[in-house]
T-cell receptor, first 119, second 114 residues
Framework: EPEVTQTPSHQVTQMGQEVILRCVPI?????FYWYRQILGQKVEFLVS????????KSEIFDDQFSVERPDGSNFTLKIRSTKLEDSAMYFC?????????????????FGPGTRLTVL | DAKTTQPNSMESNEEEPVHLPCNHS???????IHWYRQLPSQGPEYVIH???SNVNNRMASLAIAEDRKSSTLILHRATLRDAAVYYC???????????????FGKGTKLSVIP
């Protein structure tokens, strides 16, 4: 069964450093997402990406964050200058958009997550 | 997306049915009801979705009230592997060229007792 993969599983970094989190979405999917979950809190939407551009982003996704799909298979989240409060699990998700009206058939597939620890 | 209300936690005995309720009194006519779950230390996982009619799949059943202001996720026979946080999420099925992002609440933490 196809699945979303993420690397690394755990990333430790110093405050102010840049990190890149990597995701390989399911191959025929067209929408890509990043979510994050701070320990003990809700899963929060960060950004969606479709047709090589950002579709929507949340208030959390400020200028420190960027996303890229550099080679048609990987989908990356870059945090330019990490802060302590960026420590969280980061989940990548992908979705295949079916034809026709409505989104009833659009299940999002999530990866296992990358735990980012900022010291 | 409209708001949902779920109990913080529920318990079930193994091999017994579980009914997880969700209230969504402000649901609109085009909102689909989605359920996802998150097993410990894993990413969220799709469970089931529906619009008006009750739905069944290999994982669960979804019972939707006639007025659509509430729904119930039914696990027919709970196993230890079903211990997870279950999220009831409304998403507008006709949001046009939107991103179909999911808005997670706190969900219901289901504990399964052996």
């Amino acid at each position: 069964e196809p699945e979303v993969t993420q690397t690394p599983s755990h990333q430790v970094t110093q405050m102010g450093q840049e990190v890149i989190l990597r995701c390989v979405p399911i191959s025929n999917h067209l929408y890509f997402y990043w979510y994050r979950q701070i320990l003990g809190q809700k899963v929060e939407f960060l950004v969606s990406f479709y047709n090589n551009e950002i579709s929507e982003k949340s208030e959390i996704f400020d200028d420190q964050f960027s996303v890229e799909r550099p080679d048609g298979s990987n989908f990356t989240l870059k945090i330019r200058s990490t802060k302590l409060e960026d420590s969280a699990m980061y989940f990548c998700a992908s979705m295949m958009v079916s034809g026709g009206g409505g989104s009833s058939y659009n299940e999002q597939f999530f990866g296992p997550g990358t735990r980012l620890t900022v010291l | 997306d409209a708001k949902t209300t779920q109990p913080n936690s529920m318990e079930s005995n193994e091999e017994e049915p579980v009914h997880l309720p969700c209230n969504h009194s402000t649901i609109s006519g085009t909102d689909y009801i989605h359920w996802y779950r998150q097993l410990p230390s894993q990413g969220p996982e799709y469970v089931i979705h529906g619009l008006t009619s009750n739905v069944n799949n290999r994982m669960a059943s979804l019972a939707i009230a006639e007025d659509r202001k509430s729904s119930t996720l039914i696990l027919h026979r709970a196993t230890l592997r079903d211990a997870a946080v279950y999220y009831c999420i409304l998403r507008d099925g006709y949001s046009g060229a939107g991103s179909y992002q999911l808005t997670f609440g706190k969900g219901t933490k289901l504990s399964v007792i052996p």
